[in-house]
Structures are given as structure tokens and as C-alpha cells.
């Protein structure tokens, strides 16, 4: 739905390179998870992330809760960064855990 | 440690046969969620459960399905009478501090 929002949709990258991912929040975000599908479809945790950032490897993500949005940064792309990435939010403070995802982006690296 | 195990990985059933699906979540994990995942909804939340008590189930359509969690080793998700449109991956994660979540490889089930 449109509670979480995610841009672009869609994305072509070649090994060496780097984009950044990016999440929209309509509702009030407390924290926010990364993953990633792999084209097995198993959904990969990356980040758990409250407000600021946090980094692993090659990848890197930030949170501003007051400015509602989340990004994921993925530097010197490999073939094996390909699939599928949703970001996901937890609403409001002492509310449910339960996680809203966006649409996803998917990610296709190519040599 | 063998993460989030989800069995079956895939069912095939009837029109208005019931399905049942189960989740082992990792050991030590207090925490169980259910989603599904379809192309055209995305990902769904459907229920979870903490220490075994059911704490949300506001994503769970309010008849034929139902889940529970009777030992903290074992979670399941019953459909009854299932219809076509319930044709889903359906996800189960786990957590150890409530938030952070790791999710199992889902049952694929299609409804004929």
C-alpha cells in the first residue's frame, strides 16, 4: 500500500557500481527492517534500524523518523546484491511489531 | 542453528478444503509472525504471537482463518474451506527481541 513507499521500483546495475534505495513513510515509522528476496524467494534480513545508521560491508542504511524516510545505499555492486529489496516499518510507539512492507525494488546487477 | 523451518514448502488443495500450515521458529525466539506474500497485495501481515499469547491479529481475515501457537516450539495457520484468492506464499518469521525478524522460505500454496 502507500503507507510505505518505495523508489524505484525497478533497477539495473553493473558489478562496480552504486545506487541507493529509498523508503517513503505516510505513517509514523519507530523503526525500520531491510531486507532482501533472493531469486529463491527467501527473505534475507539486512538492517533493523530505530533512528540513524548503521552499516555492513558494502552496504549502508540510514533512518529519520522525523523526516519519515529511509535509505539503503549498496556500494560496488556484485551479481550476487540481485533480487528483490523491501524496506518495512514498525507504527507508533508501544503499538503492534507487526511489519508494514513497501512494494519492494528490484535489483538487477549484471557483469 | 536451522533458522525459521516452514512445512510443507508447497501444497496444492482443492476449493473448500482445508489447509493446514506449520512454523518452527528458532529456537529461543519469543516472537512469531505470520505474513503472505502475493503479486498483487505485496506483503501482508496476518498475526503474531508473543511468549505463545496471540497479541495481534489484525491481518487475519475474520473467517476461516485462524492460527495458534500452542508450544513455543511450534506455530500454525489453518485455513478452512480455502478459496482460490487464498493461493499465497505464506511466511512465518521469528524473533528474539520482538522487532528484529528472520524470516522462514514459506509454504507455496495454490488453491485449484
Known amino acids: 500500500g502507500d503507507k510505505v513507499k518505495q523508489s524505484p521500483s525497478a533497477l539495473s546495475l553493473q558489478e562496480g557500481t552504486n545506487s541507493a534505495l529509498r523508503c517513503n513513510f505516510s505513517?509514523?515509522?519507530?523503526?525500520v527492517q531491510w531486507f532482501l528476496q533472493n531469486p529463491r524467494g527467501s527473505l534475507i534480513n539486512l538492517f533493523y534500524?530505530?533512528?540513524g545508521t548503521k552499516e555492513n560491508g558494502r552496504l549502508k542504511s540510514a533512518f529519520d523518523s522525523k523526516e519519515s524516510y529511509s535509505t539503503l545505499h549498496i556500494r560496488d555492486a556484485q551479481l550476487e546484491d540481485s533480487g528483490t529489496y523491501f524496506c518495512?516499518?514498525?507504527?507508533?510507539?508501544?503499538?503492534?511489531?507487526?511489519?508494514?512492507f513497501g512494494e519492494g525494488t528490484k535489483l538487477t546487477v549484471s557483469s | 542453528n536451522a533458522g525459521v523451518i516452514q512445512t510443507p514448502r508447497h501444497k496444492v488443495t482443492g476449493k473448500g478444503q482445508e489447509a493446514t500450515l506449520w512454523c518452527e521458529p528458532i529456537?529461543?525466539?519469543?516472537?512469531v509472525f505470520w505474513y503472505r506474500q502475493t503479486i498483487v497485495q505485496g506483503l501482508e501481515f496476518l498475526t503474531y504471537?508473543?511468549?505463545?499469547?496471540?497479541?495481534?491479529d489484525s491481518g487475519m481475515p475474520k473467517e476461516r482463518f485462524s492460527a495458534q501457537m500452542p508450544n513455543q516450539s511450534h506455530s500454525t495457520l489453518k485455513i478452512q474451506s480455502t478459496q482460490p484468492q487464498d493461493s499465497a506464499v505464506y511466511l512465518c518469521?521469528?524473533?528474539?527481541?520482538?522487532?528484529?525478524?528472520?524470516f522462514g522460505p514459506g509454504t507455496r500454496l495454490l488453491v485449484l
Open positions: 529456537s529461543g525466539h519469543s516472537a
Open positions: 505513517i509514523a515509522a519507530t523503526t
Open positions: 534500524l530505530v533512528p
Open positions: 504471537f508473543r511468549n505463545q499469547a496471540p497479541i495481534d
Open positions: 518469521a521469528s524473533s528474539l527481541d520482538g522487532h528484529t525478524q528472520y
Open positions: 518495512a516499518a514498525e507504527e507508533g510507539q508501544g503499538g503492534s511489531a507487526k511489519l508494514i
